[in-house]
């Protein structure tokens, strides 16, 4: 979707690496917001970050799961270890209520 | 606990066959509810929000319509391009996040 860049697409990772998952909102915005798709399920917030700052991180896995929104570069949810169960789309989103949120692409995660 | 239940979870409809997509929501303090249409491997696509109870909102063959429990989705006359999932979306007052429900996969067929 136009404005907000993620990447990689699609990424590949073994059971136990490392995966991260890069984010670039909106230009002029400076939060965003992660969303994880599973298989049949709908979309569910889990982080929401701000320049420097996580602001809401009520949704994220306690474990093996991070995020950062650094003052220079893009977002970056890191997933640590990964397993079968991470796989699933992730989505990224910045924006307002008054106009709505926009969404990435995605980065579809697979874990073989 | 908020909650949006979409239904149907999917529906077929012939070219020019109006029909309506159902979203019921329990939230406490809604601030707004949001319509989004997302096709295969691509991100959610905003349509609509809506803020309060009698609001309508239109565009193109798409209709939103909200009362204090839920929202509907009328799509009238659609045409094969407007298959896709459409997702309906909660925001409470005091959060930052958005609860979406599973979606209604609409296809249809010319």
């Known amino acids: 979707n136009a404005g907000v860049m993620q990447n990689p697409r699609h990424l590949v990772r073994r059971r136990g690496q490392e995966a991260r998952l890069r984010c670039s909102p909106m230009?002029?915005?400076?939060?965003v917001y992660w969303y994880r798709q599973l298989p049949e399920e709908g979309l569910k917030f889990m982080v929401y970050l701000q320049k420097e700052n996580i602001i809401d991180e009520s949704g994220m896995p306690k474990e093996r799961f991070s995020a950062e929104f650094p003052k220079e570069g893009p977002s970056i949810l890191r997933i640590q270890q990964v397993v079968r169960g991470d796989s699933a789309a992730y989505f990224c989103?910045?924006?307002?209520?008054?106009?709505?949120?926009?969404f990435g692409s995605g980065t579809r995660l697979t874990v073989v | 606990e908020d909650q949006v239940t979409q239904s149907p979870e999917a529906l077929r409809l012939q070219e020019g066959e109006s029909s309506s997509l159902n979203c019921s929501y329990t939230v406490s303090g809604l601030r707004g509810l949001f319509w989004y249409r997302q096709d295969p491997g691509k991100g959610p696509e905003f349509l609509f929000t809506?803020?309060?109870a009698g609001e309508e909102k239109e565009k193109e063959r798409l209709k939103a319509t909200l009362t204090k429990k839920e929202s509907f989705l009328h799509i009238t006359a659609p045409k094969p391009e407007d298959s896709a999932t459409y997702l309906c979306a909660v925001h409470r007052g005091g959060s930052e996040k958005l609860v979406f429900g599973k979606g209604t996969k609409l296809t249809v067929n010319p």
């Open positions: 989103a910045s924006g307002a209520e008054s106009y709505g949120y926009t």
């Open positions: 230009k002029g915005h400076s939060h």
């Open positions: 809506l803020y309060s």
